[in-house]
């Protein structure tokens, strides 16, 4: 199986700031087809998870330009810039690239 | 707007069954692999289960194989995951979750909790 690791486990961030989580897979995430199946999430509290990011570095629909990802093969990032109250909450990057599919342990972002 | 909406949840007893549904409204169901994944309380994200649009492509995590069935009808543009044996582990959030190799629509979730 592919074992999604992600740091910091927690990030504290001011209003207005930038942050970066890292997720790095024990194995390619290349797929036979030349995509690289890799996503990020957001789960605000007591909410269900959101797509931010897929195929690592669009994004979906209506996801503001203050979220980017970036990466290849193993190694991957998630930029927030001007970081707002309602960025706050668990981030987790997933791997759609085998199955099992695999999700990071999560990044939590909580405000300075 | 896409719209995902579990039910079936609820408390069980260990080794007995659950059936889960998911109903889709919002898009054409019969064009998109669904799946299922689940949060135990306090916990990350676990994926549980796919299915390919036509039923043609199954695949389960190791710790439910054997014990639940994801299925589909597209006639009713529903998910199912049919949960037999059930265990404490099992006790979490369960969220259906359109497509598979990223997951771009999420339903609300719904609770199961195993315990006597």
């Known amino acids: 199986d592919v074992v999604m690791t992600q740091t910091p486990v927690s990030l504290s961030v001011s209003l207005g700031g930038q942050v970066s989580i890292s997720c790095r897979s024990s194995?390619?995430?290349?797929?036979?087809?030349?995509?690289?199946?890799l996503s990020w999430y957001l789960q605000k509290p007591g909410q269900s998870p959101q797509l931010l990011i897929y195929?690592?570095?669009n994004r979906f629909s209506g996801i503001s330009d203050r979220f980017s990802g970036s990466g290849s093969g193993t190694d991957f990032t998630l930029k927030i810039s001007r970081v707002e109250p309602d960025d706050l909450g668990v981030y987790y990057c997933g791997q759609g690239t085998q199955y099992p599919r695999t999700f990071g342990g999560g990044t939590k972002l909580e405000l300075k | 707007e896409v719209q995902l909406v579990e039910s079936g949840g609820g408390l069980v007893q260990p080794g007995r069954s659950l059936k889960l549904s998911c109903l889709a409204s919002g898009f054409t169901f019969s064009n998109y692999g669904m799946n299922w994944i689940r949060q135990a309380p306090g916990k990350g994200l676990e994926w549980v289960a796919s299915i390919s649009s036509s039923s043609s492509y199954i695949y389960y995590a190791d710790t439910v194989k054997g014990r639940f069935t994801i299925s589909r009808d597209n006639a009713k543009n529903t998910l199912y995951l049919q949960m037999t044996s059930l265990r404490s582990e099992d006790t979490a959030l369960y969220y259906c979750?359109?497509?598979?190799?990223?997951?771009?629509?999420w339903g609300q979730g719904v609770m199961v909790t195993v315990s006597s």
């Open positions: 195929k690592v570095s």
């Open positions: 979750a359109r497509i598979g190799t990223f997951f771009d629509y």
């Open positions: 194995q390619s995430l290349v797929h036979n087809n030349g995509n690289t199946y």
